[in-house]
């Protein structure tokens, strides 16, 4: 059993930065693929970012690439996401979810826990 909580949300203006944080309960967190990703009202859940257990492989959502890194701390239990250059169209509650699996996946169907969310609003 693993549980994610994510903070860091929160307003920001066009162009800014914000940084998500996902801590995990357990001692297993480094046996997890971790991704995120993010839903805006009336839109499916997309996927955002994704990286592999061991930190050594990630994706990217060809909408944030650039902007977006992904991180993770196996000693600290947390995946982290650094959002810069903010658009309004990224506003959008951010999930962060735990895959058992070395490898992340694109599908939100592939993973196995969740966390409750953080609002992230992007203001023009």
């Known amino acids: 059993q693993v549980q994610l909580v994510e903070s860091g949300g929160g307003l920001v203006q066009a162009g800014g930065s914000l940084r998500l944080s996902c801590a995990a309960s357990?001692?297993?967190?480094?046996?997890?693929?971790m991704g995120w990703f993010r839903q805006a009202p009336g839109k499916e859940r997309e996927s955002v970012a994704a990286i592999n257990r061991s930190g050594g492989g990630t994706y990217y959502a060809d909408f944030v690439k650039g902007r977006f890194t992904i991180s993770r701390d196996n000693v600290k239990n947390t995946v982290y996401l650094q959002m810069n250059k903010l658009k309004p169209e990224d506003t959008a509650v951010y999930y962060c979810?735990?895959?058992?699996?070395?490898?992340?996946?694109?599908?939100?169907?592939?993973?196995?826990?969740w966390g409750q969310g953080t609002q992230v609003t992007v203001s023009s």
């Open positions: 357990g001692r297993t967190f480094s046996s997890y693929a």
């Open positions: 979810a735990a895959r058992f699996s070395p490898f992340y996946s694109r599908s939100y169907s592939d993973y196995d826990y």
